[in-house]
């Protein structure tokens, strides 16, 4: 249980989400542009986006504690 959460929560895991997360901004511009009515929904990838930094920043403080203990 332990490697699968590590493997859901370290950088290639955020590579992932991030790369998915643009993706799916882009898409739902598009959209947003072809469909009359449509409007991108600002506040949901706002809050992705914010979660997304909150992980990197943890990872990066991750990273520190471990090169500060070695």
């Known amino acids: 249980m332990k490697k699968f959460l590590k493997a859901i929560s370290g950088k290639k895991a955020l590579y992932v989400i991030m790369a998915l997360t643009g993706i799916g901004m882009i ?6 542009i072809r469909v009359d009515g449509y409007r991108f929904d600002f506040v949901g990838f ?25």
Request: aromatic residues 4%; contains cysteine.
């Open 27 to 32: 898409l739902e511009i598009i959209t947003a």
């Open 46 to 70: 706002g809050i992705l986006c914010c979660c997304i930094t909150c992980w990197a920043v943890s990872l990066e403080e991750k990273e520190k504690k471990e090169k500060e203990e070695k």
